[in-house]
């Protein structure tokens, strides 16, 4: 049981290139999340999934995109990058459960930190 | 909406000793879920301790507890014998009911602890 992996753990881009972040997760979670922190910050959103198929802007998605095609895969992709992207990526999942056996904490994964120079 | 403060950016024990890092939250729901997460050098985010707004007795975890005070919106973190390795980032965060198809999960901007040896 690996939990939540993301590949790559850094990363060089230049300005205007573009990027795949890849996240994994094995505990059949339908909730999927990607967070960005910059130095000394909080965590923002920056897209959710609530299921394959379902995914939805958070609080700072410009310059991002998403897709779900499977429970497992919560791919971020970056387009044309710009130096305000540099941050530390961070994906994470939570199950739906809400009671009983259920936890409800996030799942994290070790982050990917990005440089746009 | 929802939001966290964690008022300390930085805090300093002694090895050994006890220290509290402080958390409040505004909210106008009645569930939810409060969660420390701790962020060590390393990056990844690490589940310390969870506490549902129903249940009156605070959370404990080996030499982690936390001072839920439901009235104030009050959610503090108590390490005691404070060990070398506590040395991190501490996050608190809020979870939300289910609205809009998820739950939302909202992050403090973390309180740095020193361990002193």
């Known amino acids: 049981n690996a939990g939540v992996t993301q590949t790559p753990k850094f990363r060089i881009l230049k300005i205007g290139q573009s990027m795949t972040l890849q996240c994994t997760q094995d505990m059949n979670h339908n909730y999927m999340y990607w967070y960005r922190q910059d130095p000394g910050m909080g965590l923002k959103l920056i897209y959710y999934s609530v299921g394959a198929g379902i995914t939805d802007k958070g609080e700072v998605p410009n310059g991002y995109n998403v897709s779900r095609s499977t429970t497992e895969d919560f791919p971020l992709r970056l387009e044309l990058a710009a130096p305000s992207q540099t941050s530390v990526y961070f994906c994470?999942?939570?199950?739906?459960?809400?009671?009983?056996?259920?936890?409800?904490?996030?799942?994290f994964g070790p982050g990917t930190r990005l440089t746009v120079t | 909406a929802q939001t966290v403060t964690q008022s300390q950016p930085e805090m300093s024990v002694q090895e050994a000793e006890t220290v509290t890092l402080s958390c409040t939250y505004d909210?106008?729901?009645?569930?939810?879920?409060l969660f420390w997460y701790k962020q060590p050098p390393s990056r990844q985010m690490i589940l310390v301790i969870r506490q549902e707004a129903y249940k009156q007795q605070n959370a404990t975890e080996n030499r982690f507890s936390v001072n839920f005070q439901k009235a104030a919106k009050s959610f503090s973190l108590k390490i005691s014998d404070s060990q070398l390795g506590d040395a991190a980032m501490y996050f608190c965060?809020?979870?939300?009911?289910?609205?809009?198809?998820?739950?939302?999960?909202?992050f403090g901007t973390g309180t740095r602890l020193k361990v002193l040896a």
């Open positions: 965060a809020y979870r939300s009911q289910f609205t809009s198809g998820t739950y939302k999960y909202i």
């Open positions: 909210t106008s729901e009645s569930d939810y879920y």
């Open positions: 994470a999942s939570s199950p739906s459960g809400t009671s009983g056996t259920f936890s409800y904490e996030q799942y």
